[in-house]
């Protein structure tokens, strides 16, 4: 009996300091979500901004993207304009729905930065773009600097 109630304390102090890790973890290891078609270009940002201690995931389509929001939160969305069949401006409403607060950065090598900001991104960086510049950029939004 004594052992029972010894692996019971024990497995709830472990849960317990799983639980606390995990959100010690969101506290400082910021999540972003990449869409992005094109696969060298999201792997390349996956890549970069883990390198940079950030929390990446990846998706090259609008249906993926909807899918990973509504099962996690993130802290800042990259989103390309061209998608396959949809655009990446047209998505944004979509992606409010469910990240009203998130920031959203548009990238894209096609003059659309007023598409973006009128369909509600926060920022647009246009292609090519030095990694450190985006960086920047990512920090600014993500840290509400000016």
């Known amino acids: 009996m004594i052992v029972e ?28 979500l990449v869409i992005d078609d094109e696969i060298l270009l999201r792997n390349l940002l996956e890549e970069f901004l883990s ?24 802290h800042l969305i990259i989103i390309d304009y061209n998608l396959g069949d949809k655009k990446g401006s047209e998505l944004i409403s979509q992606i409010k729905e469910f990240s009203s607060s998130t920031p959203i950065l548009g990238i894209s090598g ?27 950029v990512i920090k600014k939004l993500l840290f509400d600097l000016k």
């Open 5 to 32: 109630v010894y692996n019971l304390k024990v497995a709830i102090k472990i849960d317990i300091m799983h639980t606390m890790v995990v959100y010690i973890k969101d506290m400082f290891y910021k999540r972003i």
């Open 51 to 74: 390198y940079n201690g950030y929390k990446v995931d990846g998706v090259g389509n609008d249906v993926d993207a909807i899918k990973l929001l509504k099962k996690r939160n993130y």
């Open 110 to 136: 096609k003059h659309v930065k007023e598409e973006f900001i009128e369909a509600g991104a926060d920022g647009f960086v246009s292609k090519p773009f030095y990694l450190n510049n985006l960086l920047n």
